[in-house]
């Protein structure tokens, strides 16, 4: 498992802020450093404690989802950008087929009524392999001072 | 175990007579000290083999080594050979049980350290009052603000609360009924529940489910209820809701996936 900061492509604008990128083979056993950075760093957004444990539960479906379609042996990444009181994880792993997270199911439900947003995609991947992800955002459903 | 515990009990048998040795001992026999030795001295190689046997765990190999060697000196003093017992069959088990106790006392849960246990005692209290107050969950800032603590401190708190998932609470609390069925939940027909359940039999999963977690499953999911205002409704902490949740949720999803 790694936990560092994502290294910036040259072209992209150096103002935003690195991503933090936690990689873990996708099995279960690791969902709970997972949960610990996207609560942690949702409290750093001084999002309100429901904003924190939705963001939390989110991150856990999201990452449950992908890796119920993973590759044997795959790893599963998630990518955390916050800023400005809102936190964007963009979760992906390959996949052997393209399982592309169906909107009309419990998981689904779970996923948008936690986030503020969720998409998912899948795109063809190396090797016959393919990218299925799952990108969510949230904001604290308080704003301190507002 | 059993191959190398009968090889290692072959070369032990040596030892037998020094037992019967020490028992004969008067307790304030000054000899006894250096036959106790000889005993622990001897005997260490099982001590190392059992705390070998628990290696990989992610604990220290000269620690576990250590508490193996406290395990066999209290296993040496507690032995009695009037008993009929040949020493190893009564101290491998000892050790072992020395070990096992070093594992579960030593797992963060319960060695949080006590200023931190003070801090989330703190933290519930102030997010319990300012909860009441602002009909909403407050933020680490709010908190800290009223108990005059920085953030970061509040931060450590609240990351505490994690160790403290105490499945033996929530089993207690969910013993309870407080009686809002799935209907009554629901109430009028939920356009999302069909949605789902074109696809899933999620109903059924959900009536098996305990009274108390599947109102909470279903005020935040079909209800569109906050944690807060479902711990308000339910009668337990936020903290609670956001546990039992989290559990509920890992229990449909397995049985889904079994569909």
Known sequence: MTVSPSEPAMAEPTFAPAPIEVRVSANAAHLSVVRAVAADLAMREDF????????????????????????????????????????????SVLADEPHEPK?????????????????????????????????????SGTVVGA | MSSQAEQTKGGYEQYAPVFAELAALDPDDPARSELRDKLVTGHL?????????????????????????????????????????????????????????????????????????????????????????????????????????????????????????????DDMLLGENDGVSLGDALGEEDEGMADVERRESLQPLLERLPERERTIVVLRFFGNMTQTQIADRVGISQMHVSRLLSRTLAKLRDALDEE
Not at chain 1, 103 to 118: C, I, K, N, P
Not at chain 2, 74 to 98: C, H, K, Q, Y
Not at chain 2, 156 to 167: D, F
């Open chain 2, 45 to 169: 190689p099982v001590a190392k083999h059992i705390a070998r046997r628990f290696a990989n765990r992610g604990e220290n190999q000269e620690d576990l080594a250590q508490v193996a060697t406290l395990g066999l000196i209290n296993a040496v003093d507690r032995f009695d050979p009037e008993r009929g017992v040949d020493f190893l069959s009564f101290a491998v088990p000892t050790i072992m049980g020395e070990v096992r106790r070093h594992f579960r006392d030593t797992s963060w849960a319960v060695r949080v350290p006590r200023r931190l246990k003070e801090m989330h005692l703190s933290i519930s209290a102030a997010v319990g009052e300012l909860s009441q107050r602002m009909g909403r969950a407050p933020t680490p800032s709010e908190i800290a603000t009223h108990l005059g603590v920085s953030r970061e401190e509040v931060f450590e708190g609240l990351e505490a609360t994690n160790a403290y998932r105490s499945a033996s609470l």
């Open chain 1, 103 to 139: 909107q009309d199911t419990f998981g689904w439900r779970v996923l948008s009524t936690l986030a503020d947003e969720v998409t998912a995609s899948t795109t063809p991947a190396d090797s016959g392999k393919h990218l299925v992800r799952i990108e969510l955002s949230k904001a």
């Open chain 1, 48 to 91: 309100d404690l429901d904003s924190i444990a939705d963001l939390k539960l989110a991150v856990d479906e999201a990452c449950s989802t992908l890796i119920g379609v993973a590759t044997r042996g795959a790893a599963l990444s998630c990518r955390f950008s916050p800023s400005a009181g809102r936190v964007v994880v963009d979760v």
